[in-house]
């Protein structure tokens, strides 16, 4: 998953070496200013920034102190998320998270770091920290991706303890919802729900973490956005990082994440590609009202943004020691 920069090596002729040492000399060129405008953009730059989905205060503060010991951008954004995984009270994320019809909590999770590397694990039962376990998917495999019992089994062997992630209340509530004799996944409009999350360390690197236990009573198998990279989250350390949380099945229909880094690329602002990724959704789907999509993104300035269908949606901003809830702009105005 590295990037690599191929220079072709045509036959290098007398025209073929003039062209090649010109195309040489434009790369170094380019690579000096790609290292000035780095440098810049690290002056500019109030790093460490941590920034997260909703209002999950703990959570983001966790990675902010954690960025402030120094500590890079991936794990502090690991450590971040952890802390909602933990939260039993958090029916959304990790343990305590609403499970699918059938009673079976299932839950995903993805990282990507700076180099560009990533990991992801989909529907994993019995596993808390289902985030750090793609971090280690990405590190210690030569995978992307492991899926159900195999992501399970490859926790165990990594040193992580099986946990019954269902709990009482979670059940309970469940419970309630079978006596409904209609199938509809639940989703969170305005409530705490998916945790993504996306640091800037202070050497001005960028990664991301995102997790979830998806959709409350999806169907059994069902994946969302939140694993899948590119959907729930994309990083390109020269641009930014997006994450996105709500209706999983939207967001993977556009590639939301990666389409914001993409406009971002292309000059938008974090802010302006934001909209523009929740307007692909609400221009081509005419239920865009029964369903609630939310995106935040940072460039590599540290500039912010945030955009989602409707209001209600908040996500936390830590830099400089301050821990702020920042309202999200809205499609849906009435
Ligand atoms: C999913 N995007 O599984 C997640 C759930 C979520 O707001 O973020 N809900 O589709």
């Known amino acids: 998953m590295k990037r690599r920069d191929f220079i072709k090596n045509a036959s290098l002729t007398g025209v073929g070496l003039t062209v090649g040492s010109s195309l040489l000399s434009c790369n170094e060129n380019s690579s000096e200013k790609t290292k000035t405008n780095t440098i810049m953009a690290l ?85 808390t920290n289902v985030a750090a376990l793609a971090k280690r998917v990405m590190t210690e495999t030569p995978h992307v991706m492991l899926a159900g019992s195999g992501a399970e089994e490859f926790a165990y062997s990594q040193g992580f303890e099986s946990d019954n992630l269902l709990t009482d209340s979670s059940k309970k509530v469940w419970e309630e919802w079978l006596k409904s004799p209609e199938y509809k996944p639940l989703i969170n409009i305005e409530n705490h729900d998916t945790i993504g999350m996306l640091c800037i360390d202070k050497d001005g690197d960028i990664a991301g973490a995102c997790t979830t236990s998806g959709l409350s009573y999806k169907m059994k198998g069902r994946v969302g956005d939140s694993p899948i990279i590119g959907s729930g989250l994309f990083i390109d350390n020269d641009i930014g990082g997006a994450v996105g949380t709500g209706m999983g099945e939207e967001i993977m229909k556009t590639v939301g994440s990666f389409l914001i880094v993409e406009l971002m690329r292309n000059g938008m602002s974090p802010q302006q590609a934001c909209k523009e990724a929740v307007q692909r959704i609400t221009r081509k789907n005419s239920h865009f009202k029964d369903f609630q999509i939310a995106y935040i993104a940072i460039n590599k300035s540290g500039d912010v943004g945030s955009y989602c269908i409707h209001k209600g949606f908040t996500y936390m901003k830590y830099q400089n020691g301050k821990n702020e809830n920042i309202h999200s702009d809205h499609y849906v105005k009435s």
Not at 77 to 99: C, F, L, Q, R
Request: aromatic share 2%.
């Open 43 to 127: 002056n500019d730059l109030k790093a460490p920034i941590a920034i997260c989905t909703w209002g999950f205060v703990s959570a983001n503060a966790k990675a902010g102190e954690e960025l402030s010991k120094g500590i890079k951008a991936l794990d502090a954004a690991i450590a971040g998320v952890s802390v909602e995984e933990d939260n039993i009270k958090n029916t959304t994320v990790g343990k305590g998270g609403a499970p699918d019809r059938e009673g079976n909590v299932t839950l995903d999770a993805c990282v990507m770091d700076s180099n560009g590397d990533c990991g992801s694990v989909v529907c994993v039962e019995n596993i």
